[in-house]
């Protein structure tokens, strides 16, 4: 089992730029992904970001430019650095690991963004 705790959502201007964070703990594989989806109210969840355990990295065309993952593999953490952030990027952003080759994928409880005009 693995387990997910996002941090660093807040409420932010147009413009500014927030840090999320993400720590996995538990059955964690040394091939996994890890990355981010986000919801915003009376959408569906929808793909920001990925990266996974060798580096390659995913995102988005919404966040292309402005938006980057990183991740500590040495910590089991997953970074995603907000930048020029828009209205629209306002949403609960969730955290997920998958595990290579196990085809299933653990989800944090989400963090607000929320991106004031």
């Known amino acids: 089992q693995v387990q997910l705790v996002e941090s660093g959502g807040g409420l932010v201007q147009a413009g500014g730029s927030l840090r999320l964070s993400c720590d996995a703990s538990?059955?964690?594989?040394?091939?996994?992904?890890m990355g981010w989806y986000r919801q915003a109210p009376g959408k569906q969840r929808e793909f920001v970001a990925s990266?996974?355990?060798?580096?390659?990295?995913n995102f988005a065309d919404s966040v292309k430019g402005r938006f980057t993952i990183s991740r500590d593999n040495t910590k089991n953490t997953v970074y995603l650095q907000m930048n020029s952030l828009k209205p629209e990027d306002t949403a609960v952003y969730y955290c997920?690991?998958?595990?290579?080759?196990?085809?299933?994928?653990?989800w944090g409880q989400g963090t607000q963004v929320t991106v004031s005009s």
């Open positions: 990266i996974t355990s060798g580096g390659w990295t």
């Open positions: 997920y690991l998958e595990n290579s080759g196990l085809g299933f994928r653990s």
């Open positions: 538990g059955r964690i594989l040394s091939f996994n992904a």
